[in-house]
């Protein structure tokens, strides 16, 4: 089992920033990828971010690319993403994401076997 904790979350300007903060516990060791989510009202939940926990590779949504940063510390289980330049449409419920299978398709929810109970971004016009 990996418990996944998120951070970060709030009330922010749009043109601001925020730094998510998720930390992981438990079988952290069999850890091969973590990921963001993000779920608005009445949307279904989509792919963000992900950086794969060994090698370090990451992967962006078109929707965030040139505006957020995914990265992790291995020592202390941690993996941040950092959002620039918010728009009320990144407005959502961000989940962190873990996944230990060493699947391919980093992007699918259904890749993911742990999940955090999700922060709230909220980015007003």
């Known amino acids: 089992q990996v418990q996944l904790v998120e951070s970060g979350g709030g009330l922010v300007q749009a043109g601001g920033s925020l730094r998510l903060s998720c930390g992981a516990s438990g079988r952290t060791f069999s850890l091969y990828a973590m990921g963001w989510f993000r779920q608005a009202q009445g949307k279904e939940r989509e792919f963000v971010a992900a950086?794969?926990?060994?090698?370090?590779?990451?992967y962006y949504a078109d929707s965030v690319t040139g505006r957020s940063t995914i990265s992790r510390d291995n020592a202390k289980n941690t993996v941040l993403l950092q959002l620039n330049s918010l728009k009320p449409e990144d407005t959502a419920v961000y989940y962190c994401?873990?996944?230990?299978?060493?699947?391919?398709?980093?992007?699918?929810?259904?890749?993911?076997?742990?999940w955090g109970q999700g922060t709230q971004v909220t980015v007003s016009s």
């Open positions: 994401a873990a996944e230990t299978q060493g699947a391919v398709d980093v992007r699918s929810p259904r890749t993911y076997d742990y």
């Open positions: 950086i794969t926990w060994g090698g370090g590779s990451t």
